[in-house]
């Protein structure tokens, strides 16, 4: 099959060429959060590409704050590898500099500047990737297999003779935070404070700023711990980087690695159990052996991934993109889960896609998630385990009645009630006792292959 390349789709021009007519011209945007908060959302962007005439349209972040959406997959291409063009930096962000974003806004937590190589292109942004790559770099990833197992096994033993569980507040949404826990040194007390924060930062509701605050605030406490007596984690290796300088791009390199690797992480292993759980055909080859897990997983990023709209590019100089004026300092959207609905990418053959990893769920370019193998191994270790775990695992209401969790950057379900045979085998009370905090002590649970 060949995959489409992009073409030369964004040309800088002099404001005179493109015209003055501007986002804040358009009126009766619809809101971003429409596209992740509804039942389809692939009839969702379809609506707005008929309704402005093109791959590229206006939405509204918040009431008041316009920006561009890129639909396409070679636009998105195009916004993520142009960085002279289209900058992470939010400073570029024209509405940001002149003041017309709120102070206090829900989207300030993604979308306001931080210290961290999230929000910052060239040489900065390499310079503070380094360390992530190198703290990623000491994982031992067959020591996570091991840990996130032992984590899965926990979560599942209390339920396994009731016959029913919500596989999202009780396992999809814990598996991650404990391995996080796990992998940077953290008391896993602390999951239920830390899932409030991360939540209210990807609702971009009003809590959001708060949300933001507290995780800021719990992990100077890390950091401290972490100068007086250092542990073989992750948080370690960050403590000590020569690339950070200073306690507040340590934070914020933890900031992005933890909200990063938690809120996308449980999202995809809930989409995987939801693909398996709803569609009649997937199911029935998946009972039937012909797929498998990492199928299902490699399915859920082309069709719902984990993020689904990805803020932004800022425009650093007056373009067109998809036949679109876009004028300097404008956001644009990447538009993922849209993007990869191109049905040029795809046959329509599982067998014959197995191996297409052209998704944009990770992103591309110099931004491109550092993490992807480690949260496939994740991901995987936690969708296997609950199918093997649970059998004769089905919902306990219907999928309409199943709601999805507020926000305009991710689209997962809020819950996942289920119901399956209770396992006769008995379990001791050791196995179902909260003993979480154990993984993360004594160098032969920490998942590190160095201090």
Not at 285 to 298: K, N, V
Not at 323 to 352: K, S
Request: include cysteine.
């Amino acid at each position: 099959m060949t995959y489409p390349h992009p073409r030369p789709s964004s040309t800088s021009r002099t404001e005179t060429e493109i015209g003055v007519a501007g986002l804040e011209d358009l009126a009766r945007l619809s809101m971003l959060g429409e596209t992740t908060g509804c039942a389809d959302p692939q009839a969702a962007y379809a609506r707005l590409r008929e309704r402005w005439g093109g791959p590229v349209v206006p939405v509204l972040l918040e009431p008041g704050v316009p920006a561009w959406l890129a639909l396409d997959y070679e636009l998105v291409l195009e916004l993520v590898t142009n960085e002279q063009l289209y900058s992470r930096n939010p400073r570029h962000w024209r509405l940001f500099a002149e003041g017309r974003v709120r102070p206090d806004s829900g989207l300030a937590p993604m979308m306001f500047p931080r210290p961290n190589a999230y929000f910052l292109d060239g040489a900065e942004h390499r310079r503070l990737r380094c360390p992530l790559v190198d703290a990623l770099a000491q994982v031992d990833e067959y020591g996570v297999d091991a840990v996130v197992r032992d984590i899965c096994d926990r979560l599942l033993a209390p339920v396994l003779a009731t016959g029913r569980a919500d596989l999202i507040a009780g396992y999809a949404a814990q598996v991650p935070m404990l391995t996080i826990a796990a992998l940077f040194g953290l008391d896993t007390t602390l999951r239920e404070r830390l899932q409030r924060c991360l939540l209210a930062l990807f609702g971009s509701g009003a809590d959001s700023q708060a949300g933001n605050e507290d995780l800021e605030h719990i992990l100077t406490g890390v950091i401290s711990g972490h100068r007086a007596a250092p542990a073989p984690d992750m948080t370690t290796v960050l403590v000590q980087h020569q690339d950070l300088r200073g306690d507040a791009e340590i934070q914020q390199s933890m900031v992005l690695m933890l909200s990063a690797g938690w809120e996308t992480v449980q999202v995809w292993i809930a989409r995987a159990l939801w693909l398996v759980l709803t569609d009649v055909r997937f199911a029935t080859q998946w009972r039937g052996g012909r797929l498998g897990i990492d199928q299902a997983l490699a399915e859920v990023l082309w069709r719902d991934p984990p993020m689904a709209n990805m803020p932004a590019r800022y425009a650093r100089d007056h373009a067109l993109l998809g036949g679109r004026r876009i004028q300097r300092g404008d956001a644009v959207i990447l538009g993922l889960a849209a993007a990869n609905a191109d049905p040029r990418l795809r046959t329509g053959h599982t067998w014959l896609d197995w191996d297409n990893h052209s998704h944009l769920a990770f992103s591309a370019g110099p931004h491109a998630c550092p993490a992807r193998r480690l949260a496939h191994r994740v991901a995987r270790t936690a969708v296997e385990t609950a199918l093997r775990r649970l059998p004769g695992l089905h919902l306990a209401v219907p999928a309409a009645h199943i709601p999805l969790h507020p926000s305009p950057w991710t689209r997962g379900p809020a819950a996942l009630p289920v119901r399956f045979t209770v396992d006769s085998t008995p379990h001791s009370q050791e196995e179902t006792h909260d003993a979480f905090p154990a993984l993360t002590h004594g160098p032969s649970r920490c998942p590190m292959h160095r201090a």
